[in-house]
């Protein structure tokens, strides 16, 4: 069972674009969601993640859209970069839970042109 | 500050044969994962540990064997590789707290080839 809906699974956009990433998450017990980059060759790494409690958080041109209601977050990458060219995940975790798991989507393959 | 380190970084087996994947932390995280990241799969969790002496199995365990003697070290082992354990292999650790941001920290990856 999928329980965090990953799409698209690859994106290509020109240098400035706006790549939008959705998830959807089934689990209601979930409160956290980061997100994760990972450039070729590495481990993925922590970009930014949101509480349910706002609708939106901003770091940089990142910027992550929640929607409580439909159960659904997103990932918008402004004026974007040939170096944000990368593998992105979403990920949910329940953190009161005791087993500390993150729940990831299957990734976003996203390139940037120049 | 190294970080996750994870040895061997590549690795080509023969069917049959058995290796064993060292990930080593410096960050005191009480918590260790181990991954596999396949191509249009994500990634999906093996076994995980929760603490020094403890280990328990994730999504797909089968085929794996893992080992946490101590805090700083997560074992995994494949005791008969198969060529459908051929994939990037990925260490991470945590420390389930809003100082970490929740978050985990992973290491580089071993990519594993089962011939």
């Known amino acids: 069972q999928q329980q965090v809906k990953q799409s698209p699974q690859s994106l290509i956009v020109q240098k400035g674009g706006i790549p939008i990433i959705n998830c959807a998450y089934e689990n209601t017990a979930f409160d956290y969601f980061p997100w994760y980059q990972q450039f070729p060759g590495k481990g993925p790494a922590l970009l930014i993640a949101?509480?349910?409690?706002?609708s939106e958080k901003k770091e940089g041109r990142f910027t992550i859209s929640f929607n409580k209601s439909a159960k659904q977050f997103s990932l918008h990458i402004m004026d974007s970069q040939p170096g944000d060219s990368a593998t992105y995940f979403c990920?949910?975790?329940?953190?009161?839970?005791?087993?500390?798991?993150?729940?990831f989507g299957k990734g976003t393959l996203l390139t940037v042109n120049p | 500050n190294a970080g996750v380190t994870q040895t061997p970084k590549f690795r080509v087996l023969k069917t049959g044969q058995s290796m064993t994947l060292l990930c080593a932390q410096d960050?005191?995280?009480?918590?260790m994962y181990w991954y596999r990241q396949d191509p249009g799969m994500g990634l999906r969790l093996i076994h995980y540990?929760?603490?020094?002496?403890?280990?328990a199995k994730g999504e797909v365990p089968d085929g794996y064997n893992v080992s946490r003697l101590k805090k700083q070290n997560f074992l995994l082992g494949l005791e008969s590789a198969a060529p459908s354990q051929t994939s990037v292999y990925f260490c991470?650790?945590?420390?389930?707290?809003?100082?970490?941001?929740?978050?985990?920290?992973f290491g580089s990856g071993t990519r594993l080839t089962v011939v």
């Open positions: 990920a949910a975790i329940r953190s009161g839970g005791s087993n500390y798991k993150l729940t």
């Open positions: 540990s929760v603490g020094e002496g403890t280990t």
């Open positions: 991470a650790s945590s420390r389930p707290d809003r100082a970490t941001n929740y978050g985990y920290t």
């Open positions: 960050m005191n995280h009480e918590y």
């Open positions: 949101i509480r349910p409690d706002v």
